[in-house]
């Protein structure tokens, strides 16, 4: 298991055959605070153009940014954003590399 501390930037190099990666999230009740203050203050400073905005741990301020954050996140507003991607393989343990060709299509995320 590879631990990465939070905000550290990380890179995964595949090699020539099949990579597969398995990513899982474990927070505390804090860090998921925090975490969405800085999506609630990316918010106001992008529609509002407010710069250095506190990051509160409690507190009206706290409650006020995590109420912001899941309005946004579960509001039509990311429609746009959602990116698309286009399938062109299937992971086939018989094929070689262990992936086969497959028509293109589209999926979005």
């Known amino acids: 298991m590879l631990h990465c501390p939070r905000n550290c930037p990380q890179r995964i190099v595949n090699q020539d055959c099949l990579n597969v ?3 899982t999230e474990h927070m505390t009740r804090e860090l ?9 203050n990316g918010i106001l400073r992008r529609r509002l153009g407010l710069a250095r905005l506190p990051q509160p741990e409690s507190g009206l301020g706290l409650y006020a940014r995590l109420g912001l954050a899941a309005m946004h996140e579960y509001s039509d507003a990311q429609a746009h954003r959602k990116v698309g991607r286009i399938i062109d393989f299937q992971v086939d343990p018989r094929a070689p590399q262990g992936v086969r060709t497959v028509p293109p299509f589209a ?3």
């Open 32 to 40: 998921r605070n925090a975490c969405a203050v800085n999506y609630a």
């Open 107 to 109: 999926r979005r995320a």
């Open 21 to 23: 990666s398995f990513s």
